[in-house]
């Protein structure tokens, strides 16, 4: 019998698979390795490929694709509920197999070679600005042994550096501070490099700077959100977008009773971080926002954080608008 479905569970250097005919019989059950894979795959009629959306996986959909098989990948906590008993790569490989078969499974749209370039520059940003915070706080706690205190943030790093152009830190433990802040200063210099190459991608990509003219929405969002959703097709409303990326309330109903909760905080934790951060200064700085009955009438009644995420909820619509119908941000009245 002819395989139809295949499942592949995906790994660094051995792949387990779960094939599958028409009626539904187990034909395959085999394992490879990487370098067998694009041989063993060139040699099969194209058919349907389930995988989960982990590392590796959107090069493979990339390279099976190219091969003639359909590709589709699904998020690893969606398939993992078609599990039967124990763990292992054959029961991984079967549950995959069933999965990508079921109408209401929801699956992830494979990403270009030029989509995850950007998305490596986000990644590589955010590294960047962790290990900036991790120095920020080590240079604070160790001046706090001399009795030097100052307020937390980035924006204070100068009174530091200050203190240590004075002779309260004895040598040699000023001299290995000052380490601290000439790797604070190539972190900076090196994250001012990565804004360049996202500035530039954003200037060349249509959708980004479409995004871009959203109230709370600048290039470093406008480009995750465009290298990240490839698809916006695959959401069915602006809603389900948000519901994506975590930003509507966690439900807890039951017997015809609506119980709403806190925010969900699934999907793309850096892309929402990202949104509320934006919203927070669009409240600040955006005359259209200030002006907007609806965002004023929210600062009446909520605190401004639940505002902020309220708007990055409402952001995610728009953003999903603009992608899914091709079109532009359209400034609302004056009256609204």
Not at 83 to 92: F, I, S, Y
């Amino acid at each position: 019998m002819q395989i139809t479905t295949i499942g592949i569970d995906l790994a660094k250097h051995v792949f387990q698979l779960h094939g599958v005919g028409s009626d539904g019989s187990v034909i395959l059950r085999r394992r490879l390795r990487r370098s067998q894979m694009i041989a063993f795959f060139a040699q099969l009629p194209p058919c349907l490929v389930g995988m989960e959306a982990c590392a590796t996986a959107h090069h493979w959909a990339r390279e099976l694709s190219e091969l003639g098989h359909k590709v589709k990948l699904m998020p690893a906590h969606y398939a993992k509920a078609y599990v039967k008993r124990a763990k292992n790569d054959a029961a991984d490989a079967e549950a995959i197999c069933e999965a990508v078969t079921r109408p209401t499974m929801r699956f992830v749209a494979v990403k270009t070679k030029e989509q995850q370039a950007v998305l490596v520059m986000h990644r590589t940003r955010e590294l960047l600005v962790r290990q900036r915070t991790q120095v920020i706080n080590a240079l604070r706690g160790l001046l706090g042994e001399f009795g030097i205190a100052e307020s937390q943030g980035i924006w204070h790093v100068g009174r530091l550096r200050a203190h240590l152009e004075e002779d309260t830190v004895p040598e040699p433990g000023r001299q290995i501070l000052v380490l601290l802040v000439e790797q604070f200063d190539g972190l900076e210099k090196r994250i001012e490099r990565v804004d360049l190459e996202i500035r530039a991608w954003h200037r060349t990509n249509q959708v980004s700077k479409r995004l871009a003219k959203i109230p709370g929405v600048g290039p470093l969002i406008a480009t995750a959100i465009a290298a990240t959703v490839s698809d916006a097709s695959l959401f069915r409303s602006g809603r389900e977008f948000a519901a994506w990326l975590g930003l509507v309330p966690r439900q807890k109903s039951t017997g015809g009773k609506q119980r709403l909760g806190r925010i969900t905080r699934q999907g793309d934790a850096y892309i929402r971080r990202l949104l509320i951060i934006g919203a927070q200064s669009a409240l600040q700085r955006s005359k259209e926002i200030k002006e907007n009955a609806w965002a004023q009438g929210l600062l009446c009644r909520c605190p401004r954080l639940k505002v902020a995420v309220a708007l990055a909820n409402k952001t995610a619509r728009i953003a999903w608008a603009l992608m899914a119908k091709g079109e532009t941000y359209r400034r609302a009245a004056a009256s609204a």
